[in-house]
């Protein structure tokens, strides 16, 4: 049972825009999310989190958005960049271990 | 070593051997984490390690597989008459302690024929 969905499979924006990932969840237990960047035959690498005790949390370009009520998050990336292309990954927990979902390839082209 | 290391990153085997996947976390991480994905999917949780406590092993497939953390570091995923559905990518990620942030290594891919 998928407890983390990410129903986008895949995003195209153009560079210089803002890319929007988004993540929904149906644990309410969850008390800690995360999204990770993965490049092809890499492993995924650690880009941003945020606790259920806040509604955002921003690095650079990366922003997260917690909406516990709708049980949501999203990945803002402003401006999107080129290397931003890669498949982003959210992932939830509520201990130890991560519940990922399936991940949304995003492309950002020129 | 600055993160994660794997090996080997590359394994095709017949099905019915066994294998066995190595991990090094980073140097410190107390809490050491096993996952696989499989073509299409989300990562899937195997196995966890924390210390010198017993392994949180519920997320393992099958009793084909086992894995073990020597001397508080270096785990070893272990996988015993291997079958195509086990192919995947092996995924193994280390943590300060845990529940915190976990950082992945590069993984293994996996392919049995």
């Known amino acids: 049972d998928q407890q983390v969905k990410q129903n986008s499979p895949s995003l195209s924006v153009q560079e210089g825009r803002i890319s929007i990932l988004n993540c929904d969840y149906t644990?309410?237990?969850?008390?800690?999310f995360l999204w990770y960047k993965k490049y092809p035959a890499e492993g995924p690498t650690f880009l941003i989190s945020?606790?259920?005790?806040?509604d955002k949390n921003e690095d650079g370009r990366f922003t997260v958005f917690l909406n516990k009520s709708a049980k949501h998050l999203s990945l803002h990336i402003v401006p999107s960049q080129p290397g931003d292309s890669a498949v982003y990954f959210c992932?939830?927990?509520?201990?130890?271990?991560?519940?990922f979902g399936k991940g949304t390839s995003l492309l950002v082209t020129p | 070593g600055a993160g994660v290391s794997q090996s080997p990153s590359n394994k095709v085997t017949e099905k019915g051997k066994d294998v066995e996947l190595r991990c090094d976390p980073i140097?410190?991480?107390?809490?050491l984490y096993w996952y696989r994905q499989s073509l299409g999917q989300g990562l899937e949780f195997l196995i966890y390690?924390?210390?010198?406590?017993?392994?949180?092993k519920s997320g393992l497939p099958s009793d084909r597989f086992s894995a073990e953390r020597t001397g508080g570091s270096v785990s070893t995923l272990t996988i015993q008459r291997t079958q195509q559905e086990d192919s995947a990518v092996y995924l193994c990620?280390?943590?300060?302690?845990?529940?915190?942030?976990?950082?992945f290594g590069p993984g293994t891919r996996l392919l049995v024929l």
């Open positions: 990620a280390s943590s300060l302690g845990g529940g915190g942030t976990q950082y």
């Open positions: 644990n309410s237990m969850f008390d800690y």
């Open positions: 945020i606790s259920s005790i806040k």
């Open positions: 992932a939830a927990n509520s201990g130890y271990a991560l519940n």
């Open positions: 140097s410190g991480h107390t809490a």
């Open positions: 390690f924390q210390g010198n406590s017993a392994p949180d």
